[in-house]
């Protein structure tokens, strides 16, 4: 059984070297163990998906220039997430704020080929 993913829940992207905590505005008016839920919608990069640490895939383009004038040994530069769809497949019989409620099984995609999941959904009791 998943849970509903809330401000503060943890993530982590298959080309990043670290995690990251999913930053949910308090726009929405419903709470989860007093922080904001989430839905499909609370994707946008910088706003409510920092970075991961580093980026570890030449798929992006600034991994590969560094890496290429590292002669081809993999180089690591500062990740900066490019996601551009909401995530899915979320909870489309529960509506936080009018979209569908983000629940801890959904997934993304970075456009460097990465795929963000959810390790920890923020709260620990409200199940789908």
Do not use: H, R
Not at 55 to 79: D, F
Not at 95 to 102: D, E, F, N, S, V
């Amino acid at each position: 059984m998943s849970k509903y993913v809330c401000n503060g829940a943890k993530m982590k992207c298959s080309f990043g070297t670290g995690t990251a905590s999913l930053i949910v505005l308090p726009t929405k008016k419903i709470k989860e163990e007093k922080q904001p839920a989430a839905n499909i919608m609370d994707f946008t990069p910088m706003v409510n998906i920092p970075t991961f640490g580093n980026c570890l895939t030449v798929t992006n383009p600034v991994v590969a220039a560094a890496t290429a004038k590292n002669a081809g040994v993999l180089e690591p530069k500062p990740c900066v997430p490019v996601i551009t769809t909401p995530w899915k497949p979320g909870k489309k019989d529960v509506l936080m704020g009018k979209m569908p409620a983000l629940t801890d099984d959904c997934t993304n995609l970075c456009s460097w080929t990465g795929v963000i999941t959810i390790t920890n959904a923020g709260q620990g009791t409200i199940k789908t």
